[in-house]
T-cell receptor
Framework: AQSVTQPDIHITVSEGASLELRCNYS??????LFWYVQSPGQGLQLLLKYFSGDTLVQGIKGFEAEFKRSQSSFNLRKPSVHWSDAAEYFCAVGAPMGTGNQFYFGTGTSLTVIP | DTGVSQDPRHKITKRGQNVTFRCDPISEHNRLYWYRQTLGQGPEFLTYFQNEAQLEKSRLLSDRFSAERPKGSFSTLEIQRTEQGDSAMYLC????????????FGEGSRLTVL
Protein backbone atom coordinates (compact mmCIF):
# COMPACT_ATOMS: atom_id res chain seq x y z
CA ALA A 1 0.00 0.00 0.00
CA GLN A 2 1.15 3.48 -0.75
CA SER A 3 2.00 5.64 2.23
CA VAL A 4 4.10 8.56 3.31
CA THR A 5 5.66 8.98 6.72
CA GLN A 6 6.89 12.24 8.13
CA PRO A 7 8.47 11.27 11.45
CA ASP A 8 8.75 14.78 12.84
CA ILE A 9 5.46 16.36 13.84
CA HIS A 10 7.03 19.63 14.86
CA ILE A 11 10.48 21.17 14.39
CA THR A 12 11.86 24.39 15.80
CA VAL A 13 14.92 26.03 14.30
CA SER A 14 16.64 29.36 14.73
CA GLU A 15 16.58 31.83 11.89
CA GLY A 16 19.67 31.34 9.76
CA ALA A 17 20.13 27.73 10.80
CA SER A 18 19.95 24.84 8.41
CA LEU A 19 16.85 22.68 8.09
CA GLU A 20 16.12 19.10 7.16
CA LEU A 21 12.62 17.66 7.11
CA ARG A 22 12.34 13.90 6.78
CA CYS A 23 10.05 11.96 4.50
CA ASN A 24 9.86 8.22 3.94
CA TYR A 25 7.52 6.59 1.48
CA SER A 26 6.17 3.23 0.56
CA UNK A 27 5.20 2.78 -3.04
CA UNK A 28 4.91 -0.15 -5.39
CA UNK A 29 6.40 1.48 -8.44
CA UNK A 30 8.71 4.32 -9.29
CA UNK A 31 7.26 7.15 -7.27
CA UNK A 32 6.64 10.70 -8.17
CA LEU A 33 7.56 12.67 -5.05
CA PHE A 34 6.54 16.13 -3.96
CA TRP A 35 6.96 18.61 -1.16
CA TYR A 36 4.21 21.12 -0.50
CA VAL A 37 4.09 24.01 1.95
CA GLN A 38 0.98 25.32 3.64
CA SER A 39 1.01 28.67 5.38
CA PRO A 40 -1.87 29.64 7.70
CA GLY A 41 -4.94 30.53 5.67
CA GLN A 42 -3.25 29.60 2.43
CA GLY A 43 -3.61 26.74 0.01
CA LEU A 44 -0.88 24.17 -0.39
CA GLN A 45 1.91 25.35 -2.65
CA LEU A 46 4.33 23.10 -4.47
CA LEU A 47 7.95 23.55 -3.35
CA LEU A 48 9.55 20.93 -5.57
CA LYS A 49 9.02 17.59 -7.24
CA TYR A 50 10.99 14.56 -8.35
CA PHE A 51 10.05 12.34 -11.25
CA SER A 52 13.32 10.99 -12.60
CA GLY A 53 16.88 11.93 -13.37
CA ASP A 54 19.08 13.85 -10.98
CA THR A 55 18.20 12.75 -7.47
CA LEU A 56 18.91 16.19 -6.03
CA VAL A 57 16.15 18.57 -7.01
CA GLN A 58 15.95 22.27 -6.50
CA GLY A 59 12.75 24.06 -5.67
CA ILE A 60 11.40 27.46 -4.92
CA LYS A 61 12.36 29.60 -1.92
CA GLY A 62 15.82 28.04 -1.72
CA PHE A 63 14.63 24.54 -0.86
CA GLU A 64 16.11 21.32 -2.20
CA ALA A 65 15.36 17.65 -1.71
CA GLU A 66 17.25 14.45 -2.33
CA PHE A 67 15.68 11.21 -3.49
CA LYS A 68 17.34 8.13 -2.04
CA ARG A 69 15.80 5.00 -3.45
CA SER A 70 17.74 2.69 -1.16
CA GLN A 71 16.32 4.44 1.87
CA SER A 72 12.89 5.20 0.39
CA SER A 73 13.42 8.77 1.46
CA PHE A 74 12.90 12.22 0.03
CA ASN A 75 14.17 14.66 2.64
CA LEU A 76 13.72 18.38 2.28
CA ARG A 77 16.57 20.74 3.09
CA LYS A 78 17.33 24.41 3.27
CA PRO A 79 20.75 25.78 4.20
CA SER A 80 19.53 28.92 5.96
CA VAL A 81 16.00 29.28 7.26
CA HIS A 82 14.12 32.57 7.16
CA TRP A 83 11.34 33.55 9.54
CA SER A 84 8.90 33.45 6.62
CA ASP A 85 9.54 29.72 6.24
CA ALA A 86 7.43 29.01 9.31
CA ALA A 87 4.61 26.84 7.96
CA GLU A 88 3.35 23.29 7.62
CA TYR A 89 5.26 21.08 5.21
CA PHE A 90 3.79 18.05 3.51
CA CYS A 91 5.54 15.31 1.61
CA ALA A 92 3.46 13.51 -1.01
CA VAL A 93 3.82 10.56 -3.36
CA GLY A 94 1.83 10.09 -6.53
CA ALA A 95 1.32 7.84 -9.47
CA PRO A 96 2.81 8.71 -12.84
CA MET A 97 0.54 10.87 -14.92
CA GLY A 98 -1.76 8.92 -17.15
CA THR A 99 -1.73 5.77 -15.07
CA GLY A 100 -2.89 6.95 -11.70
CA ASN A 101 -4.72 9.73 -10.09
CA GLN A 102 -4.13 9.62 -6.37
CA PHE A 103 -1.62 11.58 -4.41
CA TYR A 104 -0.85 10.41 -0.89
CA PHE A 105 0.21 12.95 1.66
CA GLY A 106 2.10 12.60 4.89
CA THR A 107 0.75 14.02 8.12
CA GLY A 108 2.95 17.06 7.85
CA THR A 109 5.75 18.71 9.80
CA SER A 110 5.08 22.03 11.46
CA LEU A 111 8.08 24.35 11.34
CA THR A 112 8.60 27.11 13.89
CA VAL A 113 11.39 29.61 13.30
CA ILE A 114 12.73 31.51 16.29
CA PRO A 115 14.67 34.76 15.95
CA ASP B 1 -6.40 35.80 -10.30
CA THR B 2 -6.60 32.55 -12.25
CA GLY B 3 -5.92 30.11 -9.42
CA VAL B 4 -8.26 27.53 -7.92
CA SER B 5 -11.10 29.16 -6.04
CA GLN B 6 -13.38 27.62 -3.46
CA ASP B 7 -16.62 28.85 -2.01
CA PRO B 8 -17.60 29.31 0.72
CA ARG B 9 -14.38 29.65 2.67
CA HIS B 10 -16.13 28.90 5.93
CA LYS B 11 -19.40 27.15 6.67
CA ILE B 12 -20.96 26.57 10.07
CA THR B 13 -23.95 24.28 10.11
CA LYS B 14 -26.02 22.24 12.51
CA ARG B 15 -25.83 18.50 12.55
CA GLY B 16 -28.25 16.98 10.08
CA GLN B 17 -28.18 19.85 7.62
CA ASN B 18 -26.91 19.58 4.05
CA VAL B 19 -24.00 21.64 2.81
CA THR B 20 -22.52 22.21 -0.62
CA PHE B 21 -19.07 23.43 -1.56
CA ARG B 22 -18.04 24.73 -4.93
CA CYS B 23 -14.66 24.59 -6.62
CA ASP B 24 -13.61 26.49 -9.71
CA PRO B 25 -10.36 25.00 -11.03
CA ILE B 26 -7.79 26.65 -13.23
CA SER B 27 -9.59 26.94 -16.55
CA GLU B 28 -7.32 24.79 -18.69
CA HIS B 29 -7.05 22.00 -16.13
CA ASN B 30 -9.02 18.87 -16.90
CA ARG B 31 -8.31 17.00 -13.66
CA LEU B 32 -10.02 17.99 -10.44
CA TYR B 33 -9.52 16.52 -6.99
CA TRP B 34 -11.27 16.83 -3.65
CA TYR B 35 -9.34 16.24 -0.46
CA ARG B 36 -10.26 16.47 3.19
CA GLN B 37 -7.88 17.72 5.85
CA THR B 38 -8.41 17.51 9.58
CA LEU B 39 -6.32 19.13 12.27
CA GLY B 40 -2.86 17.64 12.46
CA GLN B 41 -3.33 15.49 9.39
CA GLY B 42 -2.32 15.70 5.79
CA PRO B 43 -4.84 15.95 2.99
CA GLU B 44 -6.82 12.74 2.46
CA PHE B 45 -8.03 11.89 -1.01
CA LEU B 46 -11.80 11.91 -1.49
CA THR B 47 -12.49 11.84 -5.21
CA TYR B 48 -11.11 12.65 -8.63
CA PHE B 49 -12.58 13.85 -11.93
CA GLN B 50 -11.13 13.84 -15.37
CA ASN B 51 -13.23 16.29 -17.29
CA GLU B 52 -16.81 15.51 -16.24
CA ALA B 53 -16.17 11.87 -15.40
CA GLN B 54 -15.73 10.89 -11.76
CA LEU B 55 -13.06 8.23 -12.10
CA GLU B 56 -12.25 7.39 -8.54
CA LYS B 57 -13.78 7.68 -5.10
CA SER B 58 -12.17 6.97 -1.78
CA ARG B 59 -13.75 4.68 0.78
CA LEU B 60 -13.77 7.81 2.94
CA LEU B 61 -16.53 9.13 0.72
CA SER B 62 -19.63 7.74 2.39
CA ASP B 63 -23.05 7.66 0.77
CA ARG B 64 -23.78 11.03 2.33
CA PHE B 65 -21.13 12.61 0.13
CA SER B 66 -21.64 13.32 -3.53
CA ALA B 67 -19.52 15.21 -5.99
CA GLU B 68 -20.26 16.41 -9.46
CA ARG B 69 -18.50 18.18 -12.27
CA PRO B 70 -21.33 18.57 -14.74
CA LYS B 71 -19.59 20.33 -17.61
CA GLY B 72 -16.04 19.47 -16.85
CA SER B 73 -15.42 22.89 -15.38
CA PHE B 74 -16.48 23.72 -11.82
CA SER B 75 -17.27 21.02 -9.28
CA THR B 76 -19.53 20.74 -6.28
CA LEU B 77 -19.16 18.57 -3.20
CA GLU B 78 -22.36 18.01 -1.25
CA ILE B 79 -22.58 16.52 2.20
CA GLN B 80 -26.02 15.39 3.28
CA ARG B 81 -27.15 14.96 6.89
CA THR B 82 -23.92 16.36 8.23
CA GLU B 83 -22.31 14.83 11.30
CA GLN B 84 -19.84 16.37 13.71
CA GLY B 85 -17.17 14.08 12.27
CA ASP B 86 -17.53 15.85 8.95
CA SER B 87 -15.93 18.96 10.43
CA ALA B 88 -12.78 19.49 8.40
CA MET B 89 -11.15 21.57 5.71
CA TYR B 90 -12.26 20.49 2.25
CA LEU B 91 -9.59 21.13 -0.32
CA CYS B 92 -9.97 21.26 -4.06
CA UNK B 93 -7.06 20.89 -6.43
CA UNK B 94 -6.69 20.79 -10.18
CA UNK B 95 -4.08 19.69 -12.67
CA UNK B 96 -3.53 19.24 -16.37
CA UNK B 97 -2.64 16.04 -18.16
CA UNK B 98 0.26 17.64 -19.92
CA UNK B 99 1.99 18.77 -16.79
CA UNK B 100 4.03 16.58 -14.54
CA UNK B 101 1.72 15.85 -11.69
CA UNK B 102 1.67 19.11 -9.84
CA UNK B 103 -1.57 19.81 -8.04
CA UNK B 104 -2.75 23.39 -7.71
CA PHE B 105 -4.75 23.80 -4.54
CA GLY B 106 -7.43 26.22 -3.55
CA GLU B 107 -7.47 27.77 -0.10
CA GLY B 108 -10.07 25.32 1.10
CA SER B 109 -13.56 25.41 2.55
CA ARG B 110 -13.69 24.94 6.30
CA LEU B 111 -16.75 23.12 7.60
CA THR B 112 -17.80 23.24 11.23
CA VAL B 113 -20.72 21.03 12.24
CA LEU B 114 -22.28 21.92 15.57
Amino acid sequence: AQSVTQPDIHITVSEGASLELRCNYSYGATPYLFWYVQSPGQGLQLLLKYFSGDTLVQGIKGFEAEFKRSQSSFNLRKPSVHWSDAAEYFCAVGAPMGTGNQFYFGTGTSLTVIP
Amino acid sequence: DTGVSQDPRHKITKRGQNVTFRCDPISEHNRLYWYRQTLGQGPEFLTYFQNEAQLEKSRLLSDRFSAERPKGSFSTLEIQRTEQGDSAMYLCASSWDANTGELFFGEGSRLTVL
